[in-house]
C-alpha cells in the first residue's frame, strides 16, 4: 500500500532538498532531481546503476556528517533490489540490475538470492526511516515496486510479512504512474527504459503537484 496521490509539497519552505537514488535520479538527461535544482538548492546524490546499499549508506553519511539539517528535505528514490553495490576504497562498484551487468562473474551470483537481498534491502530502507524520522521531512518513492525480482519483466516476488508495514508511507513508483506497471509493454517501443526528462515532469506533477510556472519565489 503506498499513499495516494497527489502529495503536494511546498518545495520553497526547505533550506535544502537533498536527492538520493539511481539512475532514475541522475542520468545522461535531466531527471526529476535536476528539475527541482532549477528553481530551489538542491544536491543530487543519484548515480547510475546504485543499488539500495549505496543509496543507504550515502543518506547515513550526509545524516551522520551533519549535512542533512532539520530544515532539509530528504527525497529517496528507492530502486530494485538485485543489485550489488560495493565500496572499495574511495569508489563504489555499481554496476546495476545483475541481470544485465558485466562486473560480477557467473560464479558471484550463485550466492546473489533474491529473497534473501529483498530481506537485506528492507531492513536497509527500515533502518534509513529510522535515522531520518524525527529528524528532517523525507519522502519516499521507487523507481519499480520493491517486490519487482527483474527490472526488465513484470515478475514479482511474494512479499514477506513487513513489506507493506516498510513501504506504507511510499509514493507509487515510476513504473506505476508513468506506464501503469507494465514495463514489458513500454520494452516494445522504446530501447531505452528510463524516463525521458518530459516524464520526469509528469512524474512530479503527478505526485507531488509540482508546476514549474509556479516555482520561482517571489
Not at 528539475?35 to 543507504?56: E, H
Not at 560495493?86 to 538470492?113: M, S
Not at 508495514?165 to 513504473?175: A, D, G, K, Q, V
Amino acid at each position: 500500500m503506498t499513499l495516494p496521490i497527489p502529495h503536494p509539497i511546498d518545495f520553497h519552505r526547505y533550506r535544502h532538498i537533498w536527492c538520493f537514488g539511481c539512475s532514475f535520479t541522475q542520468y545522461k538527461w535531466p531527471t526529476w532531481a535536476d528539475l527541482l535544482a532549477r528553481d530551489y538548492p538542491t544536491t543530487n546524490l543519484g548515480a547510475c546503476g546504485a543499488g539500495n546499499q549505496y543509496i543507504f549508506h550515502n543518506i547515513l553519511r550526509k545524516r551522520r556528517d551533519g549535512n542533512i539539517q532539520r530544515t532539509d528535505l530528504v527525497m529517496i528514490c528507492w530502486t530494485s533490489f538485485y543489485r550489488e553495490s560495493r565500496q572499495l576504497a574511495d569508489r563504489w562498484v555499481i554496476p546495476g540490475n545483475l541481470w544485465t551487468q558485466n562486473t560480477y562473474h557467473p560464479p558471484f551470483l550463485k550466492f546473489c538470492d533474491p529473497e534473501s537481498m529483498m530481506l537485506r534491502d528492507l531492513d536497509m530502507i527500515e533502518s534509513t526511516q529510522s535515522v531520518l524520522r524525527g529528524h528532517c521531512d523525507a519522502v519516499e518513492f521507487s523507481m519499480a515496486p520493491i517486490s519487482l525480482f527483474n527490472q526488465y519483466q513484470n515478475h514479482k516476488l511474494s512479499p514477506r510479512p513487513h513489506t507493506e508495514e516498510i513501504t506504507r508511507n511510499w509514493l507509487p513508483s515510476f513504473y506505476e504512474v508513468l506506464w501503469d506497471g507494465n514495463i514489458e509493454k513500454v520494452m516494445e517501443s522504446r530501447s531505452d527504459l528510463h524516463p525521458t526528462t518530459a516524464e520526469h515532469g509528469i512524474y512530479l506533477k503527478k505526485v507531488f503537484g509540482w508546476d514549474p510556472r509556479s516555482q520561482k519565489s517571489t
